[in-house]
């Protein structure tokens, strides 16, 4: 059995240990990137987007009850050719209010849906990113311990290096008699 381990490298495992770095870095960041982009898509759908829609209802109601008010008018002027027009723009700005009204709950499923679906993703990233700080955070420094303790067991000269030791009588290559 060998007395000593043969190292050959230390910048092998210090080597692995500044990619291991660069790593995490560069992991980490891409995870807090993918989560704060599903944060901004949240917002833009459930807070921006539904305040255009909710805008938009409003003023195609507001089109609709002139639309109304016009063909109420047509009506009881009793002229007949402008009352078909007016027919035609209340139809049309009916359709355009329920097609707001439609956009505008389809907006709000949306929102709930994104929740669902993005909350338990976001939690495994989140997990994986807590793993990446306090997990690898610690492989990288148990790392810089070993290549310390590998540098200093370099350092050390060996038996067979530095000639007998004090005390030890027998000449090199024989063994000590075990009591």
Known sequence: MADRAHVTSVDAVE??????????????????EATDEVVRTRLWVQNDQRRVWEEELRR??????????EMFNSRLSQFHGSSSLQ???LQRAERAYREAEAKLMLLKKWGRELENLSDPMVKQVGQFHGFLTTNMGR?????????KALEAYTD????????????????????????
């Open 15 to 32: 080597a692995f240990r500044a990619d291991l770095i660069v790593y995490l870095s560069r992991t980490r960041a891409v995870l807090e």
């Open 60 to 69: 195609r109601h507001r089109k609709l009850e002139e639309a109304k008010a």
């Open 87 to 89: 027919l035609m723009a």
């Open 139 to 147: 492989a990288v420094a148990y790392l810089a311990l070993v290549v």
């Open 156 to 179: 050390v000269p060996s038996p067979d290096a530095a000639g007998p030791v004090a005390g030890d009588s027998h000449p090199a290559g024989e063994e000590t008699p075990l009591p």
